[in-house]
């Protein structure tokens, strides 16, 4: 059974840093695309970044130049780096994992969140 498991998330004042971590983790043949959405309270989840295996990244344009995506592929581990952050950022943030279990069989994974607060 495929888990991601997360970590990083708490409580910073506005302007501040958090690293967000989740590694993926069961029988894995590879791990494709991985990123993180969040979701606010009353709001949708929406897209924060995503990264593919070859490195490349896509940001929603309310954190571009602020948040960094990165991964570590033989680990299986996704990472976001969020700089200057914003009360505005508040929610709670999902990794997610798109998994080949083997070469017929492709499924997407979720994480099972972490709270990220920022305060003004």
């Known amino acids: 059974q495929v888990q991601l498991l997360e970590s990083g998330g708490g409580l910073v004042q506005a302007g501040g840093s958090l690293r967000l971590s989740c590694a993926a983790s069961?029988?894995?043949?590879?791990?494709?695309?991985m990123g993180w959405y969040r979701q606010a309270p009353g709001k949708q989840r929406e897209l924060v970044a995503t990264?593919?295996?070859?490195?490349?990244?896509n940001y929603a344009d309310s954190v571009k130049g602020r948040f960094t995506v990165s991964r570590d592929n033989p680990k299986r581990t996704v990472y976001l780096q969020m700089n200057s952050l914003k009360p505005e950022d508040t929610a709670v943030y999902y990794c997610n994992a798109d998994v080949w279990l083997s070469y017929s069989d492709r499924r997407d994974y979720w994480g099972q969140g972490t709270q990220v607060t920022v305060s003004s």
């Open positions: 990264i593919t295996s070859g490195g490349n990244t």
């Open positions: 069961g029988i894995i043949l590879s791990v494709n695309a």
